[in-house]
């Protein structure tokens, strides 16, 4: 069964701290991984999207990585900001297919 | 660029009424469309998928139904609203390089 898990759930961390957040996912055949923010009451953002072929990529304090062979990918978020504040949701789709699998995501909350 | 409304932002109902949720996409012709429900605290639920003009395909059994009368319209709607239609619905659009979103309708039956 396709499915994408995210941990942890929730994380406080405080200002201008690191921070990852990791996604696990059983979808096959893989086609792509991407990664969004989603503030409370608004729709997601996209912050990276990755191929089978990519390891990183970089979208200003966000860097993604993905390990095909592991099927783990991680987001870290480098030296956190107030408006950090917000779910992260990791999105898995397959090849020839039009839906995609969304993890439950992490509810981030950064302290001043 | 590609640009994706959705409307209205919030809405309250009674259970029993009807429903109507309007999605419009610019800047893209013969988008993959999606509505998702997202209860608190929830990941995101598929409800339906088109993949063009008149083609609907849907994820769960519910009280929920939708259309695409345009290349560029996506509508959900119910006949009579449960309680437990409340959440929050988005619309998206995609292929295989993008998956956009609308900005959410936040639905409370009451």
């Known amino acids: 069964k396709n499915q994408v898990e995210q941990s942890p759930q929730s994380l406080i961390i405080l200002e201008g701290k690191n921070c990852t957040l990791q996604?696990?996912?059983?979808?096959?055949?893989?086609?792509?991984l991407r990664w969004y923010k989603q503030d409370t009451g608004r729709g997601p953002v996209s912050l990276t999207i990755m191929t089978f072929s990519e390891n990183t990529k970089s979208n200003g304090r966000y860097t993604a990585t993905l390990d095909a062979d592991t099927k783990q990918s991680s987001l870290h978020i480098t030296a956190s900001q107030l408006s950090d504040s917000a779910s992260y949701i990791c999105v898995v789709s397959a090849l020839g297919t039009y839906k995609y699998i969304f993890g439950t995501g992490t509810r981030l909350k950064v302290l001043a | 660029s590609q640009t994706i409304h959705q409307w209205p932002a919030t809405l309250v109902q009674p259970v029993g009424s009807p429903l109507s949720l309007e999605c419009t996409v610019e800047g893209t012709s013969n988008p993959n469309l999606y509505w998702y429900r997202q209860a608190a605290g929830r990941g995101l639920q598929l409800l339906f998928y088109?993949?063009?003009?008149?083609?609907i395909s849907s994820e769960v059994p519910q009280n929920l139904s939708a259309s695409r009368p345009q290349d560029r319209q996506f509508i959900l709607s119910s006949k009579k609203l449960l309680l437990s239609d409340s959440g929050f619905y988005l619309c998206?659009?995609?292929?295989?390089?993008?998956?956009?979103f609308g900005s959410g309708t936040q639905l409370s039956v009451l």
């Open positions: 088109s993949v063009g003009i008149g083609q």
């Open positions: 998206a659009w995609g292929d295989n390089e993008k998956l956009f």
């Open positions: 996604c696990n996912y059983t979808v096959s055949p893989f086609s792509n």
